[in-house]
Structures are given as C-alpha cells and as structure tokens.
C-alpha cells in the first residue's frame, strides 16, 4: 500500500545516493591522480588485466562506450602510454607500454591497494553476501531493461 511505496521511496533514494556518492569518490580520486574519468578505468582495467587485454573487455568491465574508451586511448597511445595491437580481423588489444606500466603503478594501483584493505576488512562471509546481492541486483535489472520504452 501507501506506506510500503513511500518506505521504498525512501530506500530507493538512499540506494541512488550511494551510488552517486560512489561515482563522486572514484572521479575524486581520479583527479587527484591526474587523470581522467576514462583514462582511470583504462588504467585501472589494464593494471588488474596484467598489463593487457581485449578492447572489448575494457569496454565491458569500465561501462563505458566504445567510443568513449577509443578517445580515451587515442590520448593515452599519444602519450606513450598504451599500444594496440589487431588480434583478429575486426578485434583490438590494448597493452600498457613500460611507461605506461608505470602510470599504473603510480596511481591506479594505490587506489587498488586501499580497494583490497577496505573489501579485506569485512568478514568473508559478508564479503560474499554483498557482492552477491550486488550480481543479483544487476542480473535482475539486466533482464527488466526491456520494459522500460521510449
């Protein structure tokens, strides 16, 4: 009834506030890092990939667009600090170049070292209940995507 629809109001805003507070924290340390929203996610991907990975898979674990990551690229291969490579006909590899490696080391990888504290932190099992609440939350939201029409 009423109740239930404002209680969920309620959450529903508490939820979206800690996601953009999320978005907000990880822009911050984007730029105290001195690097772009994009170059960050990049960086961050190629660094815990081990150095290299599929175009498509940058595109995948970031969320950001195509388009989006090849700009972002293009600045980053222009500073020396990724390379591609075709692996395929139509399918792109991403590599960090030695400097690039070190741009990683640099940045990305202290913000992994305090990711891995916080998240090393909680008791295992509550470790493994949050992050599958998390998967079944966007599996569900996934599989909804086709109700919402323009």
């Known amino acids: 009834g009423e109740m239930s629809m404002i209680h969920q ?8 506030r800690l996601v953009g507070e999320t978005d907000a924290l990880y822009h911050e340390l984007a730029q105290r890092l001195g ?9 961050y991907t190629l660094h815990v990939e081990g150095g290299a990975c599929p175009l498509r898979d940058i595109c995948d674990f970031s969320g950001l667009t195509k388009q989006t ?11 020396g600090s990724v390379t591609t490579a075709s692996s395929g006909a139509r399918h792109k590899t991403v590599v960090l170049t030695p ?17 891995n504290d916080v998240l090393g932190s909680w008791p295992p099992d509550v470790l ?7 998967e079944d939350y966007l599996s569900a939201m996934r599989a909804r995507v086709g109700e919402v029409k323009a």
């Not at 690097?35 to 960086?43: G, N, R, Y």
């Not at 400097?99 to 990711?115: D, F, K, S, Y």
């Not at 493994?128 to 998390?134: A, G, K, Q, V």
């Open 35 to 43: 690097l772009s929203d994009s170059a960050f996610q990049i960086l």
């Open 9 to 16: 109001s309620k959450q529903l805003r508490r939820f979206n």
């Open 128 to 134: 493994e209940r949050y992050l599958r609440l998390t």
């Open 99 to 115: 400097e690039g490696t070190a741009l990683a080391e640099r940045t990305v990888a202290q913000v992994i070292a305090v990711e």
């Open 69 to 79: 990551v090849n700009s972002a690229l293009r600045k980053l291969e222009a500073g």
